[in-house]
């Protein structure tokens, strides 16, 4: 039974360019959230994809959008990007939509030079 | 804004040693999880805690929810080498339409 995977694990802009993160849920997974994590600090919540649609969203600019697939599986994008969007970005899939356990893959370590 | 409080931030312990962390907010929450976090991983589920007063156990690990569901405590006993790491809370707001909200976690390092 696969776990959350996300690509790549580690990668490297520079400020003002534009990433791409993937992520494939855990098997029978329908919900997919995506997290920041900074150096030394909990993972701060971007936003959640149910049904292929934005469902909530944290306190996060309109440069992070994201995108959920008909298989469930999800890209986070950040455009025009910043030193301070160096972080661990996780992605957590759930199911039954409302849980609120979610299992997290192993995160892609973003550094913007 | 719905704050978690996690304490201490560190902790450096002997192996065998007991020790307790704490995860803390003024905010009444409907569920809170508590999650442990190795260096280059995710975070990996380790409870879920939903009734006031509930206590689970994992083995050398008990967890308890507080009363009034603002707060919770994770007691190890004997710690091992293993235990090393970050130690997240997270809170699932009673208003579902907000935002699970995590604790800055307590770093864990257990002497051998």
């Known amino acids: 039974d696969a776990g959350v995977t996300q690509s790549p694990t580690h990668l490297i802009k520079t400020r003002g360019q534009q990433v791409t993160l993937r992520c494939s849920p855990k098997?029978?997974?329908?919900?997919v959230s995506w997290y920041q994590q900074a150096l030394g600090q909990g993972p701060q919540f971007i936003f959640q994809y149910y049904e292929e649609e934005e469902r909530q969203r944290g306190n996060f600019p309109d440069r992070f959008s994201g995108h959920q697939f008909p298989n469930y599986s999800s890209e986070l994008n950040v455009n025009a990007l910043l030193l301070g969007d160096s972080a661990l970005y996780l992605c957590a899939s759930s199911f039954p939509s409302d849980s609120y356990e979610q299992y997290f893959g192993p995160g892609t370590r973003l550094t913007v030079t | 804004t719905q704050l978690l409080e996690q304490s201490p931030q560190f902790l450096s312990i002997q192996e065998g040693e007991n020790l307790t962390v704490y995860c803390n907010s003024s905010?009444?929450?409907?569920?809170l999880q508590w999650y442990r976090q190795e260096p280059g991983e995710g975070p990996v589920l380790l409870v879920t805690?939903?009734?006031?007063?509930e206590v689970k156990k994992l083995k050398r690990l008990t967890f308890q929810f507080g009363d009034a569901r603002k707060d919770s405590s994770l007691h190890i006993t004997a710690a091992q080498t293993g235990d090393t790491g970050l130690y997240l809370c997270?809170?699932?707001?009673?208003?579902?339409?907000?935002?699970?909200?995590f604790g800055k976690g307590t770093r864990l390092h257990i002497l051998p």
């Open positions: 997270a809170a699932t707001p009673l208003n579902r339409d907000d935002k699970i909200i």
């Open positions: 905010s009444v929450f409907s569920s």
């Open positions: 098997s029978g997974h329908d919900t």
């Open positions: 805690v939903v009734t006031g007063g």
